[in-house]
């Protein structure tokens, strides 16, 4: 190497060290750079969720305006005055006879969208039947299920049961005081954990359901859509800030009984009402358009074919039925088969309505021959109304569902009601019933089962509303001889007068 040579790169490893410095402050400038514009990037994320946020916070206060904020002597007159009428006024029903706190559970959630009438029957067997936690926590779920038979949202029965069970394993089977430990249990939300506490603890929390915020819209004239979430609460702290000293237990069962007896939906009772006098609702002419509340949506309407299908020969006298998956719309419950219609047109039609109805079930693994409809029954939940058309059915020879090719649908806890109209006899289309086929009552989880029941049995097992009054009217006709023969005779009593 040359002297010269040898300098440049003496010279080039002399400056080395500093283009790598300088590379890497490049480097470091251009991650700089990036780090700052991802930063300004946060900062505006940051600004539009707190922009957002203040947003929501003034809609949602907006939504509580306009606010109650009564003073001490207003709320010393309202307790003063509800609680002595409720001294007087109060019902003598059976879960105010004690302060056990799982039986003023059931009661509430029993009490849920269900009159009081219906729930006191219903209330006095579940208690018998089941009479502490453990023995609900331990009891077959099919036997909890039947105990509720009728009262509808049957995700209440099985949210209690399954509450039950946490408090076995939780709480040593002893429903907890604690607010926080009281809302983990399964099915309980704010109003009930309310009750519970208040009622059976007398601990100072609200219990706000429709009557309660019927009440304290009127009295208070608020004007809020309790339909909103952030108006409920706002009505919730209200009615927390009422509750008069050590009178927890008392004066939220004041408050809804006021509502029930008293300050009622339609045609509010305020001549005999013990807080007339302040009731701003009254007094401004307004009680009657109290308390706002948006319109629901109307339930969607659903066409369903049902297939009745009568056994023979060792099944004589049965129906063939099945039982719901464990999840979803009417969990575990039995029922006739039947499958939704595309449409109202096709369910109407006696043509296309069979066909419909008979390939439907054939692709869950059931072969039958739709024969003559006979039935037409209504069955509301409170997003969906179905629209069953009942077809008599015969099953085909070797026709075993496939249980789990069966999809079953999957919907979250409803209320149902059903209603019931049933057909004349009409001619007889001919073909022959068949049976025979082998009890196909296997149990899954995830697939309905199959199986064929007699009236005795039917009347153990658990059915929806409308789906249990027609197989009651079904086996009656049974009974009188109806279904046998040529078919052509009118069923007894169950005419086309008998439609409602
Ligand atoms: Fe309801 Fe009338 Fe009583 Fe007011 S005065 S709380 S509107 S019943």
Not at 105 to 116: A, F, G, K, Y
Not at 218 to 247: C, N, Q
Not at 307 to 335: D, F, N, Q, S, T
Not at 391 to 415: H, K, M, Q, T, Y
């Amino acid at each position: 190497m040359s002297g010269r040579a040898a300098g440049r790169q003496a010279e080039t490893e002399r400056r080395a060290p500093g283009a790598e410095n300088q590379a890497q402050k490049t480097k470091n400038q251009e991650q700089g750079a990036r780090h700052l514009e991802h930063g300004a990037k946060h900062q505006e994320l940051g600004a539009k969720r707190q922009e957002r946020g203040a947003k929501d916070r003034a809609r949602r206060a907006k939504d509580r305006t306009p606010e109650a904020e009564p003073d001490a002597e207003l709320k010393a007159y309202f307790g003063t005055k509800l609680l002595t009428w409720f001294r007087e006024a109060a019902r003598d029903l059976p879960w105010r006879r004690t302060r056990d706190p799982y039986h003023i559970w059931v009661s509430e959630i029993m009490l849920q969208q269900t009159r009081v009438d219906t729930v006191i029957p219903y209330f006095l067997r579940f208690i018998e039947r089941f009479p502490t936690i453990r023995d609900l926590a331990e009891a077959p779920e099919a036997e909890v299920l039947k105990m509720w038979e009728g009262l509808g949202y049957y995700s209440r029965a099985r949210n209690l049961q399954a509450a039950a069970r946490q408090v076995m394993e939780r709480h040593g089977g002893a429903v907890p005081a604690d607010k926080a430990a009281v809302s983990a249990l399964k099915g309980v939300g704010p109003y009930t954990a309310g009750a519970i506490l208040s009622i059976a603890f007398n601990r100072p929390e609200p219990a706000v359901d429709g009557n309660v915020m019927r009440v304290l819209s009127r009295f208070f004239l608020l004007e809020g859509d309790i339909a909103k979430p952030a108006v409920r609460e706002g009505l919730e702290e209200l009615a927390r800030d009422l509750i008069p000293e050590g009178e927890a237990a008392n004066f939220n069962q004041a408050l809804m009984e006021l509502g029930a007896l008293v300050c009622t939906p339609r045609s509010p009772g305020c001549l005999t009402c013990p807080v007339m006098e302040r009731c701003a609702g009254r007094l401004a002419g307004r009680a009657h358009e109290l308390p706002v509340k948006a319109k629901a949506k109307p339930p969607k309407p659903e066409h369903r074919l049902a297939a009745l299908i009568w056994g023979r020969g060792e099944h004589a006298g049965k129906v063939l039925v099945r039982r719901r998956p464990k999840a979803g719309l009417l969990a575990g419950m039995w029922e006739l088969p039947h499958v939704e219609a595309p449409n109202a047109s096709i369910w109407r039609s006696t043509d296309a309505g069979p066909d419909w109805l008979a390939g439907a079930l054939a692709a869950e693994g059931l072969r039958v021959r739709p024969v003559r409809p006979v039935a037409d029954a209504e069955h509301v939940f409170s997003h969906l109304h179905w629209h069953v058309k009942v077809w008599e059915a015969d099953l085909l020879e070797g026709s075993i569902p496939a249980l789990s090719s069966f999809a079953g649908g999957v919907f979250g806890g409803v209320r149902e009601e059903g209603a019931v109209y049933l057909h004349d006899a009409g001619d007889d289309a001919g073909g022959d019933r068949s049976g025979g086929a082998a009890e196909i009552g296997l149990e899954r989880d995830d697939a309905p089962s199959y199986r064929w029941v007699g009236k005795d049995e039917f009347e153990n097992l658990a059915w929806p509303k409308m789906f249990r009054t027609l197989l009651s009217r079904f086996f009656a006709s049974a009974d009188a001889g109806l279904w046998t023969g040529a078919r052509k005779r009118q069923w007894a009593g169950l005419s086309a007068g008998d439609k409602k």
